[in-house]
């Protein structure tokens, strides 16, 4: 077959691009290679080959990473009792990820490893490396692999030259549920080495790729002994890709069974704004005077023109609002430069209201200004202060500029103490608040594979001071089949977490949170944060934090220390006798890498009383997009923990800017953790500071900068 594709390469000369596996990764069929889909990329695949069905999400936070989760139903096994699970099928769940060692060049592969199915059941477990090469319209690889994908065993493995260990790979029949978790880093690498590989080709019809497999597993130790019949290990498939968003396949496999897969495939990481036909125009900046003659005028007016009292700043302001995104709190001067107090609200990347600010302030105030200083407040705290050079924005806007001139005209500094004329003051609106409809679901669990409930909520808050406010949120059920909802999870510490039945089952209307809230800016560089009341759906209590961010480092500290007791399950005054104090300090960190990376590092005391630390890494795409995973290890053995062995999970946050017809600053966030646990269980705070002050991130305002012009 390889050598029927390379005397074809005349009919189609580009490679084939890459394509989703059964498994969700960039692969063949049943197995992987060593290509990779572009950064940003996120994919759904559906695969269906009897028994198995897998559904799998794979995410791209990096050009040389992938990730990917997954829940797989196996059809001829029921998931447990039958007065839990009725006649649900059996479901297993896991986390895969593949690393590229090496680029592919004109003599050598892109080469990678892998791992399949970590920290799960480990019934899919495997290790594997695999090289692939590009022969014109030929993709090419081979693969060695312990465990699953390499089950055929061609031959015992090298390592048991250094240890007899590694010969063997303890098998892994888990008779019931409660038996996942166990497996771990003992298993991995162990065992015979199976051979794996096959070609993609790009046939001559674009749209149309051949697949051509051969398959390192002979399925003769299928988990849940639940072994399947091969009469050969080639695989053959079609992949059709009617567009850059969906791939679908079809396969003939085993021998004997066929394969069905569906893909939906999307690169949010690096999609652009969308089109904003609902956004207000940005206004046209009318040409202006030179500053000679504008001063002049100034002078002829008189001085107290010149301190600018002419300009009407309650229209000004309201423009800001309305085109600009701005939420004005002040607007001062001092001396030529004018200082516009408050926070953005609409625009994602605060360098396009700013664009749209200067503008605005462009056409209304006169020519005695040349710089805007644009100061973001959340919360009664000064964050940021970003200043803009008005000369060049507006010589940016018309083309006499360059963005590195706009660059070097901007400066993002500390806030600072100094003072400054009062020019208008907003208003005060002590009170505020909105619906929105609430989503929560719990997948895989023996009760039903989605456990859903869609909510009408109604938050709001009521502020005494800028840094002083009480808010809160009211709940109510509109729908859900939680009535299938019975099983609750044995757990062998305090139940902290897993009493998530009686939480989502009891009541039709819940507080989830009601608290009072005291911020303010310490110093120079540290944020204080103090609060009171019911801070989430299963905890009260009193906490507060301190978080020291400096301006221009990669890093800050902060730490948080509360004191709580649990909640009754109707979530509303009502507490039980559960209490534990629970805080942590956290080292938060921006690699400074091509990539931006932001990871965290907590360590401390969790909610069941375990003690341990908790890693965060995340890849923050320009646009705001961003993908990352986290892990949760503690003093509670895996024994204790239960089935998991220890917390962990993957999310993404996706912009809601670059798919809205109108700008938003709001984000939607998937968050996926294998099991719900009691181990490594945080309290779930609702105003981190680390988030508040995240616009003191200079990166992300300069990476962003030329959304000035929009």
């Known amino acids: 077959m390889l050598a029927l594709a390379l005397s074809a390469s005349l009919h189609a000369q580009e490679a084939p691009p890459a394509t989703a596996s059964e498994w969700g990764g960039v692969g063949l069929l049943q197995t992987p290679t060593a290509r990779m889909a572009a950064d940003g990329d996120i994919a759904f695949t559906a695969s269906h080959n009897s028994p198995y069905s897998r559904y799998n999400l794979t995410m791209q936070p990096f050009p040389w990473l992938e990730g990917a989760f997954r829940y797989i139903n196996v059809s001829n096994i029921r998931y447990g009792s039958t007065d839990i699970s009725g006649d649900q099928n059996y479901k297993d769940k896991s986390i895969d990820f593949k690393v590229r060692l090496w680029q592919e060049t004109r003599w050598t592969p892109d080469l990678a490893f892998g791992v399949r199915d970590l920290g799960g059941t480990g019934f899919f477990s495997s290790e594997y490396l695999v090289a692939s090469k590009n022969f014109g319209p030929v993709d090419a690889s081979i693969g060695l692999a312990t465990g699953y994908i390499g089950n055929r065993g061609d031959f015992s493995n090298p390592l048991g030259a250094i240890d007899d260990r590694f010969k063997d790979r303890r098998p892994i029949a888990g008779s019931n549920i409660n038996d996942a978790g166990k497996f771990g880093a003992s298993n991995m690498f162990k065992g015979p080495v199976g051979i794996f590989g096959g070609i993609t080709y790009q046939t001559p019809w674009d749209a149309l790729l051949l697949k051509v497999e051969y398959d390192g597993n002979d399925y003769k130790r299928e988990p849940r002994r639940n072994n399947l019949n091969q009469s050969t290990p080639i695989n053959v498939g079609l992949v059709y890709i009617p567009n850059r968003n969906i791939e679908l396949a079809a396969a003939w496999e085993r021998g004997d069974a066929a394969m069905f897969s569906l893909t939906f495939r999307g690169n949010p990481g690096r999609a652009a704004s969308s089109a904003k036909p609902f956004d207000p125009a940005p206004v046209k900046l009318k040409q202006r005077a030179p500053v000679e003659a504008d001063a002049l005028q100034q002078s002829a007016v008189g001085t107290a023109q010149a301190q600018g009292t002419e300009v009407d700043w309650e229209s000004v302001a309201r423009q800001l609002r309305q085109n600009a995104g701005l939420r004005i709190e002040q607007i001062s001067r001092r001396g030529s430069e004018l200082y516009i107090d408050g926070y953005q609200a609409n625009y994602y990347h605060t360098a396009k209201g700013m664009g749209r600010a200067a503008r605005i302030l462009g056409n209304d105030v006169s020519g005695e200004y040349d710089w805007y200083t644009f100061r973001t407040t959340r919360l009664g705290m000064p964050i940021i202060d970003t200043s803009m050079k008005r000369d060049t924005f507006e010589a940016y806007l018309d083309g006499r500029a360059t963005e590195d001139d706009l660059r070097r005209s901007t400066e ?299």
């Open 412 to 710: 993002v500094s500390v806030p600072a103490d100094v003072e400054r004329e009062v020019l208008y003051t907003q208003a005060k609106k002590p009170w505020g608040g909105g619906y929105s409809i609430g989503y929560r679901q719990n997948l895989g669990g023996p009760d039903g594979f989605i456990l859903y409930q869609v909510a009408a909520n109604f938050s709001g808050s009521v502020f005494f001071r800028p840094n002083v406010w009480l808010t809160g949120t009211v709940s109510a059920d509109i729908i859900n089949n939680y009535d299938k909802f019975r099983f609750d999870a044995p757990s062998n510490l305090p139940r902290v977490r897993t009493d998530l039945r009686q939480y989502s089952t009891t009541s039709d209307v819940m507080m989830p949170n009601l608290q009072f809230n005291v911020a303010r800016r310490l110093g120079r560089d540290i944020y204080g944060m103090a609060y009171a009341g019911y801070l989430e759906w299963m905890y009260a209590g009193v906490g507060g934090e301190l978080l020291y961010s400096p301006m221009g480092e990669s890093w800050a500290v902060g730490g948080n220390l509360n004191y709580v007791r649990q909640r009754d399950y109707d979530q509303h005054f009502g507490l039980r006798d559960y209490s534990i104090t629970t805080g942590h300090a956290t080292l938060y960190y921006t690699f400074d890498a091509k990539e931006r990376v932001v990871g965290s590092l907590s360590a401390g005391r969790y909610l069941a009383g375990d003690y341990g630390a908790t890693i965060n890494l995340a890849r923050v795409f320009d646009n705001g997009m961003t993908m990352g995973a986290y892990a949760t290890k503690t003093n509670v053995s895996a024994a204790e923990f239960g089935e998991g062995s220890f917390d962990k999970g993957i999310y993404f946050s996706i912009p809601l800017d670059t798919v809205l017809p109108r700008s938003t600053r709001s984000q939607a966030t998937i968050n996926w953790a294998p099991l719900i646990r009691d181990g490594g269980a945080m309290l779930n705070r609702k105003y981190p500071l680390y988030n508040l002050t995240g616009e003191r991130d200079e990166r992300f305002f300069y990476d962003n900068i030329k959304s000035a012009a929009d």
